[in-house]
């Protein structure tokens, strides 16, 4: 396995390597990260990179295919705009974990900080601790899995993402309600759980999606605009 | 943009290092902030009927020895000054107030930045690398620093506007972002008696918090009291006489990571600046909560 010292090499030179590499399940460890922003970026293979320490801002950004591991911390904006792949970290994260991607499984360990999954569009994030406040604001799809407790106005303006919750929700945010859990969401987060490699039991979970009155305008609610 | 950091040495035996130990944590956040850069450096208590004040001149060739005789003759005191750089330590028995006073009568082109027992600051307008090695910090050993490398927003680029600014005794401030309400709030500081140097914001969160303090609140209540008080965007890290207290504004958008090993804790806007410390790779890493008060060392 091709070991790669982010501090001898260049994050530009990393990146343009992992970037390049077409061989299916090559593996590549990267070293010395330093908390370096950006590391594996980019990725279009299906390769495996395992991060060994605590990753900067921006880290496996855009992934596609790629399966990227992080072991320690990710900075701001892990796994943003993902579209497929796998990315682990069995750290903490800090703040918009997963914002805004399309695609994959993102798989936090720890906890994630605010805005996790802020505007998800389809990606699937599971994260074993506890998430921050404005987590799954305007999350339009995917699943969002949350085993410990999430922090203020939990999937503010919410769309058409499921959102779980196993501990405590401080406060839901606008148009965010709770919903029944049949058994297709039990079926479809026990799958997400094994997926991830979390030991949690999916009837112990609360549902959460939107109450769809935020969709339209509302002739009602002029005065308030 | 602005980066700030802090480290407190819980590991006594690493305490000689401590300007070693944080001279790359605050030369990391240049980028961030490369306008001007300052620290506090926690070090050398002074005894019990001592002040120590750092002050601080334009002047490169500031006759700082014939203060302190002058303020000997006319305070009937005893003190000690040393010079580094663009700044001076003077160390006095003579009541804080009239010290300040005299300073501000006879010296009035001298800044008085900061003061207390084992507080020193210093502050310049450049790149961090440049204002560590003016005030011959790598060498420097403490229990604990704060830092800042400032991006300037809402002010000049001064030195006078760099931080970190005092806010009492032993205490001191630190500020990435921006408030809102700044100058509504230093027409009313200025109504309480408190006077100003810049048009900076930060230095109205550090009167607003002297004035908290002298009005008799701890410094605990004084944080919870700003959140309520100071709008707008802050990460704060506040220098105490024995550790660091961090505070985020209810968004908490300005970025922050805490990190904790049995042998120090550090804060830092971005984890890159903490990654040279010894022992990072293990540390317990998180990101500090919105209005939580986070702190190390006594508050009340």
Known sequence: MPSIDLQETGLRALNTTLQSVEQKDAAYTITNPMGAHAIACGLTHEINVTIEGHAGFYCAGMNQRANVTVKGHAGVGLAENMMSGTVRVTGNASQSAG?????????IEGDASSRCGISMKGIDIVVGGSVGHMSGFMAQAGN?????????ALGDSIYEAVIYVQGTVESLGADCEEKPMDEEHIKSLTGLLALSGINAKAEAFKRYGSARTLYNFQPDNAGDY | MCGIVGLYLKN???????????????EEMKSRGPDSAGVAIYRDAVAPHQIKYSLAHD???????LLGSELDNHCQCESSIRQIDSHAILVCDAPEQTVRNWLKQH????????????????KEVGLPEAVYSRFELSTAGGTHMIGHTRMATESAVTTAGSHPFATGADLCLVHNGSLSNHNRLREQLEKAGLEFQTENDSE???AYMTLKIREGMTLRQTLKQALIDLDGFYTFCVGTTNGFAVLRDPIACKHAVLAETDDWVAMATEYRAIATLPGSETANIWEPKPQTIYAWGELE
């Open chain 2, 107 to 122: 010296r009035p082109g001298v800044r008085l930045v900061g003061s207390g027992s084992s507080l020193e600051i210093f």
């Open chain 2, 12 to 26: 006594e035996q690493l305490r000689p290092q401590l300007g070693s130990l944080f001279q790359p944590m605050l």
């Open chain 2, 204 to 206: 109205v969160a550090a």
């Open chain 1, 144 to 152: 969002l899995v949350i085993c410990g407790d999430a922090g203020e």
């Open chain 1, 99 to 107: 914002a805004t991607a399309h695609g994959g499984l993102l798989i």
């Open chain 2, 59 to 65: 002047q490169a060739d500031y006759d700082w020895q």
